[in-house]
């Protein structure tokens, strides 16, 4: 029996538990993976600045992100495919975070589709739009996200053509996933995972279902969002999207403060700041990094999300002393998926709040909101 301390250990288990090519494309990043790497490193160049003999009694976590009230400042990221990381990824990943009582995000490439989610959580939802050829089918996915009662719709901006993710190409990461000798072997070492995904019968988009045309075998990943993702984007596309959505807005993968900018003139109740989890710009600034400049540029006119290595409960700390007033957990909570399911995401959960309550307590900050410039030490 592994004891549980941090998500580190999950993301261990989760190496032992799911195939490769299915962990490489959690864990892995664009090209060299050099801003993957950043992300990390400069999260934990942070300092928080110890107090001592401040009243922290009482401390609150909860709060209001984009709208949506929650019991701590995070959210579930949207991620593709968190239904192959284990049967029903998506739906018990929802599950977690109702318990959790914090906002889930599910992608457009979800393998468990809206309908499902909805018909599963309690909560209201976050959906997430990429923009794709087809209008008239991205239009379709906001009317659903709108009858689902989704809370917010994340448009993510990001992603108008792939990075190359040398481990995906390598692993053979295609739509329907390619079964070569050395994938077979490898999936026939975990026959938990392979045994609840066949008893599941979900292997494709959800939400895509019927709009995917036949692909060619062996067809990749990267090949295939290519062709359906729209590269010809521009922010008038926003005012498009925000006329068929009545809610909330969020527009998620902004790093520089002149986009930022642009993207509060388009409309945005909340920006995400965010480089995808270092799979998109090689070599751009890590999402940390990036964040005070973003924050100076917003000026507190719309709220500010982060996510990018966040592994930890001092690390939503760190975002929050930089100005952000939440953050978004990809892989760590995809760790906790391919590791135990529902109670991995459980665990990711608990763990990063007990890490956010304790740092609270030992640098004096009784309210999330306290958390600020005095909350980092500095030489
Ligand atoms: C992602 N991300 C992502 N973002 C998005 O807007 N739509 C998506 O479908 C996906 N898919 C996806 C798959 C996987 C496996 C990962 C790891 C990430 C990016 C995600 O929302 C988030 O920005 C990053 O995961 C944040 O970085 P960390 O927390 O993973 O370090």
């Given at each position: 029996?592994?004891?549980?301390?941090c998500t580190d250990d999950l993301r261990r288990?989760?190496?032992?538990?799911?195939?490769?090519?299915?962990?490489?494309?959690v864990d892995g990043g664009s090209?060299d993976e050099l801003t993957l790497t950043a992300n990390r490193r400069d999260l934990d160049a942070i300092r928080l600045?110890?107090?001592?003999?401040?009243?922290?009694?009482?401390?609150?976590?909860?709060?209001?992100?984009?709208?949506?009230?929650?019991?701590?400042?995070?959210?579930?990221a949207?991620?593709?495919?968190?239904?192959?990381?284990?049967?029903?990824?998506?739906?018990?990943?929802?599950?977690?975070?109702?318990?959790?009582?914090?906002?889930?995000?599910?992608?457009?490439?979800?393998?468990?589709?809206?309908?499902?989610?909805?018909?599963?959580?309690?909560?209201?939802?976050?959906?997430?739009?990429?923009?794709?050829?087809?209008?008239?089918?991205?239009?379709?996915?906001?009317?659903?996200?709108?009858?689902?009662?989704?809370?917010?719709?994340?448009?993510?901006?990001?992603?108008?053509?792939?990075?190359?993710?040398?481990?995906?190409?390598?692993?053979?990461?295609?739509?329907?996933?390619?079964?070569?000798?050395?994938?077979?072997?490898?999936?026939?070492?975990?026959?938990?995972?392979?045994?609840?995904?066949?008893?599941?019968?979900?292997?494709?988009?959800?939400?895509?279902?019927?709009?995917?045309?036949?692909?060619?075998?062996?067809?990749?990943?990267?090949?295939?969002?290519?062709?359906?993702?729209?590269?010809?984007?521009?922010?008038?596309?926003?005012?498009?999207?925000?006329?068929?959505?009545?809610?909330?807005?969020?527009?998620?993968?902004?790093t520089?403060?002149?986009?930022?900018?642009?993207?509060?003139?388009?409309?945005?109740?909340?920006?995400?700041v965010s480089n995808h989890g270092g799979r998109q710009?090689d070599s751009g600034p890590s999402s940390i990094a990036a964040l005070?400049?973003?924050?100076?540029?917003?000026?507190?006119?719309?709220?500010?999300?982060f996510d990018g290595g966040v592994r930890s409960g001092q690390d939503v700390l760190k975002a929050?002393?930089l100005?952000?007033?939440?953050t978004m957990v990809g892989r760590a909570f995809l760790y906790?998926?391919?590791?135990?399911?529902?109670?991995?995401?459980?665990?990711v959960?608990?763990?990063i709040?007990?890490e956010?309550?304790?740092?609270?307590?030992?640098?004096?900050?009784?309210?999330?909101?306290?958390?600020?410039?005095?909350?980092?030490?500095?030489?």
């Amino acid at each position: 029996m592994t004891v549980i301390t941090c998500t580190d250990d999950l993301r261990r288990l989760a190496r032992r538990r799911i195939p490769r090519a299915i962990f490489d494309y959690v864990d892995g990043g664009s090209y060299d993976e050099l801003t993957l790497t950043a992300n990390r490193r400069d999260l934990d160049a942070i300092r928080l600045r110890q107090r001592v003999m401040v009243d922290v009694s009482g401390r609150n976590m909860a709060c209001t992100i984009a709208g949506s009230s929650a019991a701590m400042p995070v959210v579930i990221a949207p991620t593709g495919l968190a239904g192959l990381v284990h049967a029903r990824g998506e739906v018990l990943a929802a599950q977690a975070a109702d318990a959790a009582g914090v906002p889930f995000c599910l992608s457009t490439v979800s393998i468990c589709s809206i309908e499902e989610v909805a018909a599963a959580a309690v909560r209201p939802f976050w959906f997430q739009l990429y923009l794709m050829k087809d209008r008239d089918f991205v239009a379709s996915l906001i009317a659903r996200a709108a009858a689902a009662q989704c809370a917010a719709l994340v448009v993510t901006v990001d992603l108008p053509v792939t990075g190359q993710r040398h481990r995906d190409l390598k692993n053979g990461l295609s739509v329907p996933p390619r079964l070569t000798l050395g994938n077979l072997l490898d999936m026939a070492t975990k026959p938990a995972w392979g045994l609840r995904l066949l008893a599941g019968r979900r292997f494709t988009f959800g939400n895509l279902d019927g709009h995917i045309p036949p692909q060619p075998r062996g067809t990749s990943m990267a090949h295939w969002i290519m062709g359906q993702f729209q590269p010809a984007i521009g922010w008038d596309d926003i005012a498009w999207i925000k006329s068929l959505w009545p809610g909330k807005l969020v527009i998620k993968g902004v790093t520089d403060p002149d986009d930022a900018r642009a993207a509060i003139d388009a409309g945005a109740d909340a920006i995400v700041v965010s480089n995808h989890g270092g799979r998109q710009l090689d070599s751009g600034p890590s999402s940390i990094a990036a964040l005070p400049g973003v924050v100076a540029a917003v000026k507190g006119r719309a709220d500010i999300l982060f996510d990018g290595g966040v592994r930890s409960g001092q690390d939503v700390l760190k975002a929050l002393a930089l100005g952000a007033s939440a953050t978004m957990v990809g892989r760590a909570f995809l760790y906790g998926l391919g590791a135990d399911g529902r109670r991995g995401v459980d665990a990711v959960l608990r763990v990063i709040r007990q890490e956010l309550d304790i740092s609270m307590a030992l640098t004096g900050t009784r309210d999330v909101a306290e958390a600020g410039a005095r909350t980092l030490f500095t030489d």
